[in-house]
């Protein structure tokens, strides 16, 4: 690639043939023929800065602090120009941070050469011998003093520089490989920063995730991450929430999220949010704490399930009316089982429970116990007559010929009623009343119900 004037610095030579010329006509500088000299200045410029160009290092910067050598003590001022030394060797050298300490090395050896020359009368001095040393020794001490000074200042930016260089590469290939976000904010909310793990998580890129910020977090979860950015503005050191974001799919998905007020941090000066998928443990959460409550044939809720919201109605916190508990038992389901198989008695559960949801209301709670046991909790009636009426529905429905495992069957209950008033009796009583009086109905045999009004 050819060489510009400006990097071949031509402009700065042509500048020192005229400075010369002028001072050589005044009688102050080059004894002898200025033009000889002029050639020597231009073509050593060139070469010199050219070989530097080219194939820059050491070697190249050796010729030009040489060639600055030679101008100079030729010139008759060497002696007292030495500063020159520290502008050629800091500017011309290419790693001066890494190879200050050559750099001076070298400009030691020109300096030395050039006032031996000058002290053994080959290279011309406007100062006597003694004078021109005195003013090498001090100026040479200054341009070393200086280089050194500049050249530690030098290694150390550039040892911060490749540190913060390493630091920034290590940060990037952490955030890159990581699966979760990363976003900075100002003091408004405005990212200004956000990981390129979005991409992954969220299936959107940077871009699209800053500008989609309106609709980003699910409406239901809008306040709770409102209350955590107002924390953090407040002082808060750190918080974490649970909220749902929007998919590039549509989906909403669980996030967890932890924030930290950076704010103070000259390195980062804003809000860290860092948020990563937790719908999968969401979902395993939920499934489990389903099944802990729930029933797994028929889907109604368990024993423990039906205790805690016995328990929580019988307190009376919520609930001031009547209320009433059916407990009810499938007549002949062993029967079922036995000439039928476990299929035909695991479809008749499931056709019982789908027939109990059924007749009751959306806030009654209905409950598989074990086996061929079922429960209702009805939580507001106005007398126990409209537990009677219930429990009749229920008992008709069942009785309703039903195509099932290829037979039609009709199913038998007895159901046990107890009625009371809540925060007037505790759970197991009541479900110990309901169940005497399911006792009571089957022995009968009539495939009906049985009252115990706790009702004074």
């Known amino acids: 690639m050819p060489l510009s004037l400006r990097r071949l610095r031509l402009p700065e030579a042509l500048l020192g043939v005229a400075s010369l010329t002028a001072l050589h006509a005044l009688g102050l500088a080059v004894p002898g023929d200025i033009w000889f000299f002029n050639a020597f200045l231009l073509i050593g410029t060139v070469v010199v800065t050219a070989l530097a160009n080219a194939r820059p290092g050491l070697p190249t910067t050796a010729l030009q602090l040489a060639l600055t050598a030679v101008v100079l ?3 008759g001022w060497g002696p007292v120009m030495t500063f020159d030394f520290v502008i050629v060797g800091w500017l011309v050298c290419d790693d001066f941070a890494r190879r200050w300490r050559s750099v001076v090395a070298l400009v030691m050896v020109a300096i030395t050469a050039g006032q031996a020359a000058v002290w053994a009368g080959l290279a011309p001095s406007y100062l006597d011998n003694r004078a021109a040393q005195l003013a090498g020794l001090v100026g040479g001490t200054a341009v070393l003093t200086a280089m050194v000074l500049i050249g530690r200042e030098a290694q150390a930016r ?16 952490v955030l890159q490989g990581s699966h979760d ?13 956000v990981s390129s793990a979005v991409e992954r998580v969220l299936g959107v890129t940077v871009e699209q995730h800053i500008a989609r910020r309106a609709d980003l977090i ?13 924390q953090l503005l407040a002082g808060g050191s750190e918080h974490v929430a649970e909220a749902r974001l929007r998919h590039a799919d549509g989906s909403w998905r669980w996030h967890e999220i932890s924030a930290r007020n950076l704010l103070d941090n000259p390195a980062v000066r804003g809000l860290v949010f860092n948020h990563r998928d937790i719908t999968a443990r969401k979902t395993y959460q939920e499934k489990l704490a389903y099944e802990a409550t729930h029933d797994a044939l028929t889907g109604l809720a368990n024993l423990a399930a039906l205790r805690t919201g016995l328990t929580s109605w019988c307190s009376g916190e919520s609930y001031s009316a009547l209320g009433a508990v059916l407990y009810l038992d499938l007549d002949g389901f062993k029967q079922v ?7 035909a008695g695991d479809e008749l559960l499931e056709f019982t429970a789908r027939t109990l949801r059924a ?7 209905v409950a598989r116990l074990g086996g061929d046991e079922f429960a209702v909790l009805l939580t507001e009636i106005n007398d126990p007559h409209d537990a009677i009426t219930v429990a009749e529905r229920i008992i008709d429905r069942l009785a309703e010929p039903e195509p099932l495992a290829g037979h039609m069957l009709r199913v ?10 809540p925060g007037e009796h505790g759970a197991a009583e009541l479900l110990r009343r309901a169940d005497a009086a399911m006792y009571e109905a089957k022995r009968t045999g009539s495939h009906g119900w049985r009252l115990h009004s706790m009702v004074g």
């Open 359 to 365: 007749c009751v209301l959306g806030s009654d709670l």
């Open 158 to 173: 550039a040892e911060a520089e490749r540190d913060r260089g390493i630091n920034e590469e290590r940060f990037r290939a």
């Open 337 to 343: 089982n036995d000439e039928l198989g476990h299929a």
């Open 218 to 230: 699910h409406p239901d979860d809008a306040a709770v991450t409102e209350q955590m950015f107002q």
């Open 412 to 421: 038998r209950a007895s159901v046990g009623i107890t009625v009371c008033r």
């Open 181 to 193: 976000v990363t976003v900075i904010t100002d003091a408004e909310g405005t990212p200004v920063f």
């Open 73 to 75: 003590y030729l010139t």
